[in-house]
């Protein structure tokens, strides 16, 4: 059944405000309609496209990253609560890939938990002391990668923050961080 554009616009203002990171693809194939359609329906409802609606959501959780500049962390950082949590997504692109497989390169998938380990500690200085990782299956072009880091143990010199990437709902990289916060931090 084909919905009326005024019931279709108000469903989809209701989805963008549940999921503000749902793309303008993602869209297209809920409502049945094409790309362009949901473009238009964003510019007459004055919906941004999804990089917007990233950095505002972005704007309104962040605390202040102190370990690290905020430019330095691998993928977008959605949400950060330091010595908590933190989230940032991922678009792998072109850049991250093998060119014959189009699989996303290991070492990107770590550097944005890693970097996102990093960003979580509250202090000045947190480097990575050791990781134990797993990778959980291949990510390709274009898919989108959200890694959540946790906290899950700290004292005065070290902290362990788990990382699990996914993309949609599918675990596809997990990690254990142990960061060295600055007084363990040798100078020289």
């Not at 947190?126 to 906290?151: H, M, P, W, Y």
């Not at 599918?170 to 931090?185: I, N, T």
């Amino acid at each position: 059944m084909k919905r009326s554009k005024k019931d279709r616009q108000r469903l989809l203002k209701k989805t963008i405000a549940e999921t503000p990171f749902i793309t303008d693809e993602e869209l297209a194939e809920k409502f049945q309609v094409s790309i362009q359609t949901i473009r238009l329906d964003r510019l007459e409802l004055s919906i941004p496209e999804l990089r917007e609606r990233i950095k505002n959501v972005a704007v309104q959780h962040l605390d202040k990253v102190k370990s690290l500049p905020l430019d330095e962390v691998i993928g977008e950082v959605i949400d950060l609560q330091l010595d908590e949590s933190a989230i940032s997504i991922l678009e792998i692109k072109r850049e991250h890939v093998f060119s014959r497989t189009k699989i996303a390169r290991g070492h990107h998938l770590f550097a944005q938990a890693n970097s996102l380990a990093v960003a979580v500690i509250d202090d000045e200085l947190a480097l990575t002391a050791s990781a134990n990782i797993r990778f959980k299956r291949q990510v390709k072009e274009g898919e989108r990668v959200v890694a959540k880091a946790k906290v899950i143990k700290k004292n005065k010199s070290r902290t362990v923050v788990e990382v699990r990437s996914y993309v949609e709902q599918e675990l596809v990289f997990s990690g254990e961080f142990m960061m060295f916060r600055k007084d363990q931090v040798k100078e020289g």
